[in-house]
């Protein structure tokens, strides 16, 4: 009654795919995000210390596998018979106590089971929380390794809830996004992919190409059962509809990328103008010497700061000009690099001199490039008078912005500026890539809808665009580690009606 072709699970594994027999109704498939995918049900018993190392109030020992409940009940002397979702008290006992009085406690512990599935591991799960002395848990982790469990390798609690659908692939990397959180936005943006957001917004790009899979598919496959195949204008409209919001989220890695690993911004000008103190003023604290001596910073000065949530590294650097000392002209020198390798640059104008071939030349050199033009010193009169210098620095490309580091005015916009350069609102955004990795499947995915969308142009046979399609879609699936074969067969059949 069905036939399966090869191209069709192309980089699946076939074993994956079970067609579902039509039963004569038309059901359009429901978009499942976290569908269960052939779970390896986990056989062995993971055991770890959870918390950091070091000491602490409570540290945590976590099991997690068939084993855990039996484990835990070995491991220690419980109060009360565990119970799903309920803490219990248990004494840890000194095991190793050789001595004739036998094995005396050694801390008390509260023990929390969860069983299987609803737990994070979607297997038995025991947390046992002792005071987190490190010989404590040293002594749990041991006699668990003795009673059987084995030691989970890093990640090995999440990976297990992603192997059995509890998190899809970005839900899971969120949580470690999490943990790694520098800053609340960091931690705002993780806990939102976590909640699915990013996965909910590929959803609906998913569902479209799966729908038009099933489409071509439908027409091959029934092609002599009186089904038109599917016009080249409508394969074109439908592949040309998925371009925007693929483009919107590949173009969303950008802002996502800032938030998740920061930025770095090179302070740069001519000496004297204020880098120092405009360094001071961002970090908050005197970290960069100031001195009246032009020539001062030699060495690159960084700080990372927190600006809105966004990390952000800053380097103060040697002004700009033509050195005779070593010690100047290797700073120099270095400040070109932190210049060349900066995300963002804050090029700091003296409002009380003319501008000089030196900084017309980095004006020139940042145009293009994100920046932040500032005209320091605007507290002192003389640059109010400078009118001819000003009218020539606010023609460039980037309008200078004037600030004084000695009143701090301008300090507030500043920020506000550097923020928006840095981040083009994606604090507030949601569902944005966070990873090369996620950038690189939608990208993949692109390219081979472009590839379909050309060979559509070319009259090549559906056969042949079906290709595209699916490595499209298996490049959008490999973002969430979704299967997806299942799916399509359903659609086939639910949106078709193919009662013969
Ligand atoms: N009046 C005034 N003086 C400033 C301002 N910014 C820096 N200075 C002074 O200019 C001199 C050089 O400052 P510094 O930050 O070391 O400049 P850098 O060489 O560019 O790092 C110091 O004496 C500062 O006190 C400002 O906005 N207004
Ligand atoms: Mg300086």
């Known amino acids: 009654m069905f036939r399966l072709r090869n191209l069709r699970f192309a980089g699946t594994d076939p074993a994956h795919v079970n067609p579902v027999p039509y039963n004569g109704t038309i059901r359009m498939a429901e978009p499942d995000l976290n569908p269960t995918l052939s779970n390896p049900i986990a056989t062995d018993t993971i055991v770890a210390i959870s918390t950091p190392p070091g000491r602490g109030g409570i540290g945590i020992v976590r099991l997690s596998g068939p084993q855990a409940a039996a484990i835990a009940i070995e491991l220690v002397q419980l109060h009360h018979p565990l119970e799903h979702a309920r803490a219990r008290l248990a004494d840890v006992l000194d095991v190793l106590d050789t001595s004739e009085t036998g094995a005396n406690r050694i801390d008390e512990a509260v023990v929390t089971f969860f069983a299987a599935p609803n737990s994070y591991t979607s297997d038995d799960l025991v947390e046992i929380a002792a005071h987190g002395s490190p010989v404590v848990l040293d002594l749990l982790l041991r006699r668990a390794l003795d009673l059987g469990a084995r030691l989970a390798e890093p990640g090995e609690f999440t990976q297990r809830a992603f192997l059995s659908g509890k998190l899809d692939l970005t ?12 800053t609340l936005t960091q931690a705002r943006q993780a806990a939102s992919q976590m909640g699915g957001a990013l996965s909910h917004r590929v959803q ?78 961002l970090v908050e604290r005197d970290r960069a010497i100031v001195t009246a001596a032009p020539g001062t910073t030699r060495d690159l000065v960084t700080e990372r700061i927190s600006l809105d949530g966004i990390p952000l590294e800053l380097v103060d650097t040697a002004g700009l000009r033509e050195a005779f000392e070593e010690v100047e002209q290797l700073g120099i020198a270095r400040s070109r690099e932190a210049l060349a390798d900066a995300s963002l640059v804050l090029v700091v104008l003296d409002a009380t001199q003319p501008l000089n071939t030196e900084e017309r030349a980095l004006l020139s050199a940042v145009e293009g490039r994100p920046a932040v033009v500032v005209l320091n010193k605007c507290d002192l009169p003389i640059a109010n008078t400078l009118n ?32 928006a350069l840095a981040t083009g609102g994606a604090a507030a955004e949601r569902g944005l890539l966070t990873s090369l990795r996620h950038q690189q499947a939608i990208a993949t995915t692109r390219i081979a809808l472009a590839d379909a969308a050309q060979a559509n142009t070319n009259n090549i046979p559906h056969e042949m665009i079906l290709i595209d399609l699916y490595r499209a879609l298996w490049a959008l699936d490999s973002l969430t580690g979704q299967t997806t074969s299942d799916d399509i067969l359903n659609l086939i059949f639910s949106t078709f009606c193919i009662g013969k």
């Open 171 to 182: 839900q899971a990397e969120a949580v470690r996004d999490l943990i790694e959180a520098q």
């Open 204 to 281: 609906p790009i998913k569902q479209a190409l799966v729908e038009l899979i099933a489409l071509l598919e439908a027409g091959i496959d029934f092609a002599e059962d009186d089904i038109d195949v599917t016009p080249q204008t409508e394969i074109a409209r439908c592949i040309y509809e998925l371009t925007p919001p693929l483009a919107a989220l590949e173009a969303s890695y950008a802002r996502g990328r800032v938030v998740h690993d920061g930025l770095t911004m090179a302070i740069v000008g001519r000496p004297n103008a204020g880098k120092s103190s405009l360094f001071n003023q």
């Open 388 to 419: 001819f210098d000003l009218s020539e620095a606010e023609s460039t490309a980037i309008p200078p912005l004037k600030t004084s580091a000695l009143t701090g005015e301008g300090i507030a916009t500043l920020r506000e500026r550097i923020l």
